[in-house]
């Protein structure tokens, strides 16, 4: 057997799924499988040849059902990175308009022989459902408040590569934990590889039930920062708010805004981050953000590309033989 092939034969055996729907399901071993293939693509992003052909002569769509500034670019370039022909679709533009169900714009892309879907949709579970239709690999961008698993495998590279390991770490995820797709991804993530994670938020923002992921669950900031290794905001997702979960973004800043008086009681080296888009001032105070000692949120969007590529690698390998 040829090098390379071998090679791609073990890629499938240490990564033996078809499509990347979520962070739910993977096992230590296929999580850290992409975070090591990820840490060689962040090398290969910072050297002026940023090219491969790994991907040549296959086709990336990226089909976005909603607005994504960080995502949709990294998903971008990560597929032009290894050499692959990428397409940008903005679905909320055109076909839904017309009213082209999410079925038959897969389908229609599906009949072009793209050999990675990378999807976002606002609905929950709508992400799994096209992968059922389609004969190519699915990678989730982010469905609805369900699960969105690069940002979380992106935020799990950024901790690892600055902290050495994920295993024993204490994460606080603050802010609108019932919203965000991020903080699920990351729950999963991070219990699976070993660290104890808190959620912090307002009643209003908390899932019901959500200690049964077994986290530690705080209405209140000093309780959830006391000690922790790493502080994750998040924010507060408006677009997804019927009626008002906070009495205003001003007193929401009071109590579970990020400043630096909050973070003292946090680890004296704990690292801030946010998935981004910020709201400067609601979730995070505007200088922390960009206090380059203690955020590390610019560098998330550079392991995003890194991620990114590793997960288009990952599923296109071998793609015949995959199991799910
Ligand atoms: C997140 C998302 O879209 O879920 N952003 C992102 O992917 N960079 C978080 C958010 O929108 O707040």
């Given at each position: 057997m040829t090098a390379p092939r071998q090679a791609a034969e073990e890629a499938v055996y240490r990564f033996p799924h078809r499509h990347l729907l979520g962070i739910e399901g993977l096992s230590p071993e296929h999580i850290s499988f992409l975070l090591d293939l990820a840490d060689s693509y962040v090398e290969q992003n910072r050297k002026p040849d940023k090219k491969t052909d790994l991907l040549r002569g296959r086709t990336v769509i990226n089909l976005f059902f909603e607005t994504s500034t960080r995502t949709s670019s990294s998903f971008e370039l990560a597929g032009k990175r290894l050499g692959g022909d990428v397409m940008n679709m903005s679905v909320s533009q055109s076909a839904i308009k017309k009213g082209e169900t999410l079925i038959d714009t897969a389908m229609t892309l599906n009949a072009m022989h793209p050999d990675v879907l990378v999807v976002r949709h606002p609905d929950a579970g709508a992400v799994k459902l096209l992968s059922e239709k389609v004969n190519c690999s699915v990678i989730n961008a982010g469905d609805g408040m369900h699960e969105h698993p690069t940002q979380a495998l992106l935020d799990a590279l950024t901790i690892r590569r600055r902290?050495?390991?994920?295993?024993g770490l204490t994460v606080a995820i603050c802010g609108?934990?019932?919203?965000?797709r991020v903080a699920r991804s990351n729950i999963h993530l991070l219990t699976t590889m070993g660290a104890a994670v808190r959620v912090v938020a307002p009643p209003t923002l908390m899932p019901c039930a959500?200690?049964?992921?077994g986290i530690e669950v705080t209405h209140d900031m000093e309780d959830g920062l006391r000690d922790c290794d790493i502080v994750m905001m998040l924010r507060l997702q408006n677009e997804r708010m019927?009626?008002?979960?906070?009495?205003s973004t001003r007193e929401y800043f009071r109590f579970f805004g990020l400043t630096r008086e909050k973070l003292a009681v946090a680890k004296p080296d704990a690292l801030v981050m946010h998935p981004g888009p910020m709201n400067r001032g609601v979730e995070i105070d505007s200088e922390l953000a960009d206090d380059i000692d203690r955020s590390v949120i610019r560098e998330q969007v550079e392991m995003g590309v890194a991620v990114r590529m590793a997960c288009l690698d990952a599923l296109t390998r071998e793609q015949t033989g995959n199991a799910d």
């Open positions: 902290r050495g390991r994920i295993e609108d934990i019932l919203h965000s959500v200690e049964r992921f019927q009626g008002m979960f906070v009495p």
